[in-house]
DNA sequence: ACGCAGTTTGACAACGGTTCTCATCTAGGA
DNA sequence: TCCTAGATGAGAACCGTTGTCAAACTGCGT
């Protein structure tokens, strides 16, 4: 009946498709769209769908092995994130720039806020933007 | 955050259209869609085009009269920010319930981390999502 | 009030990312 | 090896958003 969030992948095979995708991610710690994904595989002539891209990361993400964000624009980026801790960015608005920062501060209190309201399960986001020390100065006029 | 904040803009008309879609957006404290937006101000007989909607309401964005995230599937959502305090809210990933919460803790933390890098003019999405309560409940059975 | 010039609007086409369709293929157990 | 459920790929469909451009409108000077 319920058979939402399965966080185990027995029923996920293991094809070669798949396995490019997972290695694609892993390869780099920066956020990569899924057309990226495709386009590099492509470029290194590992023919994959992309319909099969987007179903196998979207899977990847309902599983918790990459991270999910929106760019600016509407556009899904994924990073693995079974590596390293979780953490989160500040990014240019001018340039892209992209400093990763941790912060258990937030994380506490996402948990201890949501908890405050009958929340479980809890997930967050958390996108920081501003400008970079270089394009602030660039820009002041 | 120490930007001028005009109330009038002198680059910009105020057309029958614009003030239909700032009041259809001050009208609310919720986050709305471009589309939604559209097919209210219809429905209240409040001939708009769909182009206009989303030009003035990405204006207004710029001018920082309104705030916009994206919606877990991409879709712009907007709110007007003027009105009230800065706050952020935890929705439930499957009822939809949303809650709104402050979270001053965030916003220093968020301000700090940035300025630590060097950053400035900072600006911060934070979304909690997770099960509210009652879903939690009915998803155990 | 009138006319002019530069904005803004609206209908619709175009666009781009994402999802769907479905015939075909494949992994893995019998 | 054979079978079968799950996976793939090519392309169409989908849908939010943006671009196009002639027509309508606004502010401003006269």
Redesign the interface.
């Known amino acids: 009946m319920?058979e939402?969030l399965r966080t185990d992948r027995a029923d996920r095979r293991p094809t070669r498709q798949r396995t490019a995708i997972a290695e694609a991610l892993s390869g780099t710690a920066e956020f990569r769209s899924a057309q990226e994904i495709h386009a590099a595989l492509a470029r290194r002539d590992e023919r994959v769908g992309l319909a099969t891209v987007y179903r196998n990361l979207q899977a990847m993400a309902g599983d918790g092995e990459v991270d999910v964000i929106?760019t600016a624009d509407?556009?899904?980026v994924y990073r693995s994130c079974a590596t390293d801790d979780h953490h989160h960015h500040?990014v240019?608005?001018s340039c892209g720039l992209a400093?990763e920062?941790t912060?258990d501060?937030?994380e506490r209190?996402?948990e201890a806020?949501?908890a405050e309201?009958?929340?479980?399960?809890?997930?967050?986001?958390?996108?920081?933007?501003?400008?970079?020390?270089a394009c602030?100065a660039a820009r002041t006029r």
């Not at 309201?117 to 020390?133: K, M, N, P, Q, W």
Request: include cysteine.
């Open positions: 319920s939402q929106r509407g556009e899904a500040v240019c608005r400093v920062v912060g501060a937030v209190w996402a806020v949501a309201h009958g929340f479980t399960e809890i997930r967050h986001t958390v996108e920081i933007d501003g400008l970079c020390a602030a």
